[in-house]
């Protein structure tokens, strides 16, 4: 069609007057020929491609490829020609196409999941790239994911529209489903020798998420839901890793209250030494995974070591056994941050956490306590009175009206709140 009108405009067109109008003669009449085919064809009951390809006739190739063509685009501009097909009859056939295409996603997705499920129980280690470990599974169902987008795209640009709304409905649902299959996974993998080594690849296979969603779907709010299970996944993939080694930490924190803070450096010095131990294993962690999982352990570190303060079994009564203690406490906190963050760790939210509380319990004056403890609580608004109560009652010189005075500082709502960031919700007390 497209050769014979050009030949139209070449050799006849200028064999005719004008006003004959011989180019949007013989395009009308090719029109009406072509779209009485079409038309035809459309009563079938058609296969998906037939389908795909028509509308990318009717849509795409037929205005853009053959009417818009350099030959024949300034000759057609003003012959009304039409759609090839009665726009209720094209809406009805994108409606199948993106219910069809949605379905054999979600199907290729299932499937790619499926496979890679099936390798981390049969034991089959992950690929390692770049030092990393590494599953194509996120590489897998971005193409799946992205060909489809592109198909639709093909066709119209609104249609590839309406399909990226279809396709990110499907992809929510199958990151959760994905999810769900990696939690089964910790439970029921632990004896597995390569189980670890797959935990990491599949918190490895978030960033590839991640980034793909962010610059081919324009995806950038961390809060949407579409990105939960990639952080649910990521949350108890790191609380696997790192179970052992906390479980080794926490008779070393106990140490604290069992010989009543007595030799606070050497049994921080042992924890550090146990975790510098365990972090060669994390080294196949992506970077920016590596430094999060660091920054859970520099919120255990410092978690732990306020519950220890918070037991209670130590009451100083001396304002001089009370700044002893918290030049222990103080030199402790230093340690911790300064090895957290010379590993990786940027939580610089927990950098007030303990020499506040130092502070708190090296002061002597409740005017100026009650000035620390304002200040902590706009830091941590998840700091209570049970808290307050447990640190307090180290000073064993405040009396009780000193006490209430204090602790009824945390009755005035500074307006402050940052649940992302809970240090206290995790410390029970009482």
Known sequence: ?????????????????????????????????????????????????????????????????????????????????????PLKQIHLLEATFLST?????????????????QHWAQDVAPHRLDGHCHSELAIDIIQIVSQGQAKAENITPDLGTQMKQVLLVELA??????????????????????????????????????????????IQDPRSHLLDPLSELKVHGFDTLLQNLFVDLKPLFKRFTQTRWAAPVETLEEIIDTIVGRLPEFSELQDCFREELMESVHLYLVKEYIIRLSKRRLVLKTAEQQQQLARHILANANV????????????????????????????????????????????????????????????GNLSNSEVRSIRNILDINTGVQNPSRSLFSHIKVG
């Open 1 to 85: 069609m497209k050769e014979d009108l050009e030949a139209v405009v070449e050799r006849l067109k200028p064999l005719f007057p004008a006003e004959f109008g011989v180019v949007a003669t013989y395009a009308k009449s090719y029109h009406q020929h072509f779209a009485a085919h079409l038309a035809s064809m459309a009563q079938f009951e058609l296969c998906e491609r037939d389908i795909y390809l028509l509308l990318l006739w009717v849509q795409n190739f037929y205005p853009n490829d053959i009417l818009k063509s350099p030959k024949l685009a300034k000759e057609l501009q003003d012959v009304s020609l039409g759609s090839l097909l």
């Open 101 to 117: 295409e949605a379905a054999n996603v979600k199907e290729l997705m299932a499937r790619a999941l499926e496979m890679e499920s």
């Open 173 to 218: 649902m199958f990151l959760r489903s994905y999810q769900r299959t990696f939690d089964e996974f910790l439970e029921r993998g632990k004896q597995l020798r390569n189980y670890r080594a797959n935990i990491i690849a599949n918190i490895n296979n978030c960033l590839s998420f991640r980034t793909s969603m962010e610059q081919k779907w324009q």
């Open 336 to 395: 911790i941050h300064n090895f957290c963050t010379q590993n990786g760790s940027a939580a610089t939210w927990l950098d007030p956490a303990l020499p506040t509380l130092a502070e708190i319990i090296r002061l002597q004056d409740p005017s100026a306590i009650k000035i620390e403890v304002a200040t902590y609580a706009t830091w941590y608004p998840d700091f209570s009175k049970g808290h307050l109560n447990a640190i307090l009652a180290i000073k």
